[in-house]
C-alpha cells in the first residue's frame, strides 16, 4: 500500500547528506524575529530548508551519510520528521509537533481492519532510497515490537497521517513489555498524550524522541532473524537507551523537560524517575534538541532541575 503523500528530493548543499521534504510550513514558529537582538549559536542552517527552523528539530548530524526526511499531508502539513542513518540503516529520532489542530481524532486505528489487508499498514518508508530501507522481513520472528517513535495515537487527525506513522523509517525495534499497553514507554506516551497534550499545560508542544543507535556503549544489540541464511534481511540495531525531549509553550513561556529509559522489560513506571534536564540528555545522547530557540531561552529551560521540572510537568 502506498500513502498518497509524495515528497520533493532536495539536494542538500550546506551540509553533507540528502534530504527529503514535502512542503514548507506556513505556520513556521520564528522566535528569532520576535527579538531582532536575539542571539542563536547553534541554530540549524536553513539553506536547504526552511522547516530546520522548526523548534521540535534538534541539531541535525553534519557528518555521516544521513537523510532528513519530512513526511507532510495536504491537510495539516508537516507530520513529523525522521533523521535516518543510512549506513546503520536506523533512525536517529522522530520530532514533531502537537497542538490542538492535529490532535482531533477523527480517524481511528481500528478503521484500518475493515481495510482489504485487514491490519496497520506497516510499510517501507518510500522516500527512503531501496538501498538504505527497512523492510517488513527485518523484524518478523526477531522477538521484537515495531515500536513507534512519533506514535500512531498521537496522529489520528487524518488517515493519511496515522498512515505514515507507520513507515518502518519510525519504528525501532522494542522489547515488547518496555512498549506495550502498561510498558514504562507506553506510559510516557500516555501521559504526553492526555496530559501534557492539554490546553493546561500547552498552546503548543515540541516533541523529538529516539532510541540510541550513535554509540557501541549505547547499543544493547542487533536482532536476529530466521531468514539470515537468504540474506535478505538488514541486522537492525536493538537501543539501549530511548529517550524523550519536551518542549512546551504556553502563552510565550517555555518550559522542557527530558526522558531517558533503559530499554529492558522495566516494573518501574513512575516517570519521575526517569526525569533529567534537557542538558543531561545532551550529555546522554550527543544530541543538541531545541537548537533552534534563542540563546537565552534555550539556556534557561535546558537547565532546569529535577524539582522544577517536577513541579512544571506534575509529576
Known amino acids: 500500500m502506498k500513502s498518497n503523500w509524495k515528497s520533493l528530493l532536495i539536494l542538500l548543499l550546506a551540509l553533507p547528506f540528502l534530504t527529503f521534504s514535502c512542503s514548507e510550513s506556513d505556520n513556521l514558529p520564528k522566535p528569532n524575529t520576535d527579538d531582532k537582538t536575539a542571539v542563536n549559536a547553534n541554530a540549524n542552517p536553513t539553506t536547504a530548508n526552511a522547516n530546520y527552523a522548526r523548534l521540535e528539530f534538534p541539531h541535525i548530524k553534519t557528518s555521516g551519510n544521513n537523510l532528513v526526511i519530512i513526511h507532510s499531508t495536504s491537510q495539516y502539513g508537516i507530520n513529523y520528521s525522521v533523521e535516518w542513518d543510512c549506513d546503520k540503516k536506523a533512525q536517529r529520532w522522530s520530532c514533531y509537533e502537537m497542538d490542538a489542530s492535529n490532535s482531533s481524532h477523527p480517524w481511528s486505528r481500528d478503521k484500518w481492519r475493515s481495510t482489504s489487508w485487514g491490519g496497520d499498514p506497516f510499510q517501507e518508508d518510500p522516500d527512503i532510497p531501496e538501498a538504505y530501507r527497512t523492510k517488513l522481513i527485518d523484524y518478523k520472528f526477531t522477538g521484537y515490537d515495531r515500536g513507534h517513535i512519533c506514535p500512531s495515537g498521537d496522529r489520528l487527525n487524518s ?55 550513535d554509540k557501541d556503549s549505547q547499543i544493547l544489540g542487533y536482532t536476529k532473524n530466521k531468514y539470515a541464511e537468504t540474506g535478505t534481511y538488514n541486522r537492525l540495531i536493538v537501543p539501549k537507551y530511548f529517550f524523550a525531549a519536551i518542549l512546551a509553550v504556553k502563552n510565550g513561556q517555555y518550559k522542557a523537560i527530558g526522558l531517558w529509559f533503559e530499554h529492558k522489560s522495566n516494573t518501574d513506571k513512575n516517570l519521575s524517575n526517569y526525569v533529567v534536564s534537557i542538558d543531561e540528555l545532551e550529555k546522554l545522547t550527543g544530541i543538541d534538541f531545541f537548537c533552534n530557540l534563542p540563546d537565552s531561552v534555550e539556556n534557561k529551560v535546558e537547565s532546569a532541575t529535577k524539582a522544577e521540572m517536577l513541579s512544571d510537568w506534575g509529576l
Open 159 to 213: 488517515m493519511d497521517a496515522n498512515e505514515q506513522t507507520f513507515y518502518l523509517s519510525n519504528m525501532q525495534p522494542q522489547i515488547g513489555v518496555f512498549n506495550e499497553t502498561g510498558g514504562v514507554w507506553w506510559n510516557m506516551e500516555s501521559q504526553l498524550r492526555n496530559v501534557w497534550n492539554t490546553s493546561t499545560y500547552r498552546d503548543i508542544l515540541y516533541v523529538c524522541k529516539g532510541g540510541t543507535i
